[in-house]
């Protein structure tokens, strides 16, 4: 490869990732943790390459062509095809703006190459980027499915970079495990918490069901409690009423014979008294009946009244658990077809994904074959 400056042209770190020669589907992880990468000039080839050493071994030795596209695939995720080593080179950055970086100075080392001018002149050289990132304990599709997503997928679609000079892969749109589910993931998530939501108003709704029912058993028991009070105080009242009647009946004729014993001649003291005091006693009877009467039509006006205020409070409620069961059927309907129709857009978008998944292998093998 030449002999390379001590110092690179530009420097930055990022994980390395290779694609899967036997799938050409997946990423194969090459290096652990976040290594060099830098920007070197050849001086005996007057070629521009990138390189990245690992433990004393070479895992990125690319030599850049005026063909070559960097694509970036997600926001911390890019890639490249390398078509004279017949494979796709895949790098992970600590965050966008260090991808960002990097792609700049892959295009500009390609303008170079382009112009025929010397790297001197259009390059900064030994500018060096130091980033610090913590190592990573995942390997291999884990590790690029899991850490560069930019928080959603994986590193992105390993899509292929069209070159008219050096022949590398055709467009396509093949996805690497795990980020061709990504378009998929939102809607399934909210799917589900569309799902758990229903289930806990379901569940509320149940357990507010059955206390209704529970209380709803209860009032009916006090109804029909009360209802056979108030008519066995209703059946007192008429007994009552009738016995004050004779009461009434019998001081009235006791009255009268006492008159009639008053006028009378030859009546002696004797046989007035006992009258006059029987005719007392009933009078006090009457008196008691007609206070305890009252005091029975009363309660039973009260226990009327508790009744009925119970029975409006009881339909009431009735209301209301109707209503809820009403808000909690349309709830149901409602989350049923948002599922359906989220259901046929995760289908279909499946559909669509697998098919082009299926057209870019074919292009993939057609074009390795070829080569």
Not at 145 to 153: E, F, L, R
Not at 181 to 187: A, I, L, M, P
Not at 304 to 317: C, G, S
Request: proline share 3%; charged share 25%; with cysteine.
């Amino acid at each position: 490869m030449g002999e390379p400056p001590k110092l690179p042209l530009y420097t930055t770190k990022a994980h390395v990732f290779q694609i899967d020669p036997a799938t050409k589907k997946s990423w194969l992880a090459k290096s652990k943790e976040a290594v060099n990468i830098s920007f070197y000039f050849d001086t005996i080839k007057s070629s521009f390459k990138i390189l990245s050493i690992d433990s004393g071994k070479a895992i990125l030795n690319c030599t850049i062509t005026h063909g070559m596209v960097f694509t970036r695939t997600s926001q911390k995720f890019g890639q490249w095809a390398d078509a004279k080593a017949g494979t796709v080179y895949g790098l992970g950055f600590p965050n966008e703006v260090e991808l960002t970086k990097f792609l700049e100075k892959f295009n500009e080392v390609k303008s170079t190459i382009g112009s025929g001018a010397s790297p001197e002149g259009t390059l900064t050289k030994h500018s060096t980027v130091q980033i610090v990132t913590p190592p990573l304990t995942l390997r291999g599709e884990q590790q690029a499915n899991g850490y560069y997503a930019g928080g959603s997928s994986g590193p992105g679609s390993i899509k292929s970079i069209s070159s008219a000079s050096t022949g590398s892969v055709e467009d396509g749109s093949t996805q690497s495990p795990g980020s061709h589910r990504s378009s998929s993931s939102s809607s399934e998530s909210q799917l589900k918490y569309e799902n758990d939501r229903l289930k806990k108003a379901l569940a509320q709704s149940s357990a507010n069901s059955k206390k209704w029912e529970s209380e709803f058993q209860t009032l009916k028991n006090n109804n029909a409690r009360l209802t056979a009070a108030l008519q066995e105080s209703a059946v007192n009242v008429e007994k009552w009423k009738e016995q004050l009647n004779n009461y009434k009946e019998e001081n009235t004729r006791l009255r009268k014979k006492q008159t009639s014993s008053t006028g009378s001649v030859g009546s002696t003291s004797s046989n007035t008294d006992p009258m006059e005091q029987r005719l007392h006693e009933t009078e006090i009877k009457l008196k008691r009946k007609e206070e305890e009467i009252n005091r029975l039509s009363q309660h039973s006006g009260d226990e009327l009244r508790i009744l009925r205020d119970k029975n409006t409070e009881l339909v009431r409620r009735i209301q209301m658990l109707e209503s809820e069961r009403k808000h909690t059927e349309k709830a149901k309907n409602a989350n049923e077809n948002i599922k359906w129709t989220q259901a046929n857009d995760v289908r279909h978008e499946m559909e669509v994904k697998i098919k082009e998944l299926s057209s870019l292998q074919h292009k993939m093998n057609s074009l390795f074959k070829n080569s």
